[in-house]
């Protein structure tokens, strides 16, 4: 009962937000609640109303439009960053690289979402890559201690972005998907960054250019009317957590 009164909270939610997504609705089912069983009485009453899920926040504000799919069913994960990639081939898609990564011997595909530009997806859509829904770290920046993996969401542009330029629906698609994590995530915009900006490569590509997209997606939620999380906030957050915390909660979700 309560997981019907939660999906048709999801449909009305989905509806009210003009969403145009035809994703299977069982992919956004909540986690099962186990606090027992409801108990209905003889005499009809009015259900209470239904608050979605925490972690099935969806953008409600105007002007932020997010898209149903990228909300994961899995509690989220305490992401840091937001770590921008380019493809280096000049077609692809998820279905793709996803071959490609489980034949490198990767768990599955390594990012968590991969923007296309026309030649295997459309040109800007957005694919959520299977991590993605699981809130599973990713396999897309690696370093010594693994942090950007560890806690940074990986997004892939379609695209060599060294000698060609990712297309204005590719970055539109990005600033708007970058905007939405920042705010649920609470990812301040200095905290998005181009693999580049953690170890030495040239990914994402000469011409993608991660200052502009971190006023694209910062503009995004000013027109919003949402304050954007300041780096001084964030490095506080980061003061009060301590890793071996999380460090347990990490190995039961690996
Ligand atoms: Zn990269």
């Known amino acids: 009962m309560a ?3 939660s999906l048709l909270s999801i449909v009305f939610l989905a509806a009210a937000s003009g969403c145009q997504s035809n994703n299977n609705l069982v992919e956004n089912i909540p986690a099962p609640n186990f606090n027992g069983p409801t108990v209905l009485s003889a005499v009809a009453v009015a259900p209470a109303p239904v608050q979605p899920a925490p972690q099935l926040k969806l953008p409600t504000r105007p002007g932020l439009v997010g898209d149903r799919a990228w909300i994961p069913n899995a509690p989220a994960r305490p992401w840091k960053w937001i770590v921008i990639h380019h493809s280096a081939t000049p077609s692809g898609g998820a279905v793709r690289f996803d071959k490609e990564h489980r034949a490198k011997g990767w768990d599955e595909l390594g990012y968590h979402f991969v923007i296309g530009n026309g ?3 459309g040109n800007g859509q957005v694919e959520v890559g299977s991590r993605w829904p699981k809130q599973k770290w990713g396999a ?3 370093t010594p201690d693994n942090r950007f993996n560890d806690y940074g969401i990986g ?3 379609v695209g060599d972005f060294d000698i ?16 939405y994590l920042m705010e649920t995530y609470h990812i301040p915009a200095s905290n998005i960054l181009g693999h580049r900006d953690t170890k030495p490569t040239d990914c994402p590509g000469r011409n993608l250019n991660v200052a502009q997209v971190r006023r694209m997606a910062s503009q995004i939620l000013a027109d919003a009317g949402i304050p954007e ?4 906030t964030a490095a506080a957050t980061e003061l009060l957590d301590d890793p071996s915390d999380l460090e347990g909660i990490l190995q039961t979700a690996r």
């Open 119 to 121: 030649t295997d997806t």
């Open 155 to 157: 997004i892939c542009l």
């Open 140 to 142: 897309h920046a690696k």
């Open 3 to 5: 997981r019907y009164l």
């Open 164 to 179: 060609e330029r990712p297309t204005a629906q590719q970055l539109q698609s990005l600033a708007k998907l970058t905007a």
């Open 229 to 232: 999380e300041s780096a001084q």
